[in-house]
């Protein structure tokens, strides 16, 4: 089994044995022992880690390509980071599911499924860009998600009304609302959310089961 926790805000520190994916390029460092990443297998004589073994793996998610890696550890541990971002992992039970705004935002993941279409996102939700790229869903055991935020993030419980620009991921099986400015509380969110007046509709979430996890920056 993988774990993985947050060290220092900014970093992954993912350890055990076992196979788990991640963003390419995004280990800076590795504890020497039997490691394997995509099919490059390093022991402690196994050469320079930051050297181009590095291979990806390209999937193809509703229409954003997702460069990953598969690691193997053996009893060893990994640290990630991306840009200086900051990581935070979300838990998933079985059939459990996160859905994340930018396909950016994922940072590595463990026993889980990456859904390619999309399943419990509306086909109208989302940011200027599209629809919610990445959608991850749990098997149990331990599934885990790292996700990646442009400043501290903050986690909601709804009921909610988000600016979807703002909107880093959420945790659940609802499918939220879109609501103009118009329809949303005469208009005040209008003014009172989001860049300026220039918003004219947020994602409302109503469900106490669901976590909606938003950060500091709009894309």
């Avoid at 509703?62 to 193997?72: D, H, N, R, S, T």
């Avoid at 279409?117 to 098997?139: C, P, S």
Wanted: glycine share 12%; charged share 25%.
């Amino acid at each position: 089994m993988i774990k993985a926790g947050n060290e220092r805000d900014r970093y992954l520190r993912c350890e055990g044995s076992g196979v788990f994916f991640a963003k390419k390029g995004s280990i800076v460092a590795m504890r020497p022992g039997n490691a394997k990443i995509e099919g490059s297998i390093f022991g402690s004589a196994g050469g320079n880690l930051l050297s181009n073994a590095f291979q990806s793996k390209k999937r193809e998610i509703m229409g954003a390509k997702v460069e990953l890696m598969q690691v193997e550890i053996n009893d060893g541990y990994a640290l990630l980071a991306d840009e200086a971002r900051y990581v935070f992992g979300v838990n998933l039970q079985a059939n459990e599911i996160l859905c994340l705004h930018q396909s950016e935002n994922l940072l590595a993941y463990y026993n889980c499924d990456l859904d390619a279409r999309g399943r419990g996102v509306t086909e109208t939700v989302i940011g200027e860009d599209g629809l919610f790229k990445t959608v991850l869903i749990g098997k149990g055991n331990g599934s885990w998600v790292a996700c990646l935020a442009t400043g501290n993030p903050y986690s909601l419980r709804p009921p909610i009304t988000v600016d979807p620009d703002a909107v880093v991921a959420w945790k659940g099986n609802e499918k939220p609302r879109i609501e103009t400015a118009h329809n949303t509380m005469k208009g005040w969110l209008k003014k009172s959310v989001g860049k300026g007046s220039g918003e004219s509709y947020f994602l409302r979430f109503d469900s106490p089961q669901t976590q909606v996890y938003i950060q500091p920056y709009e894309v």
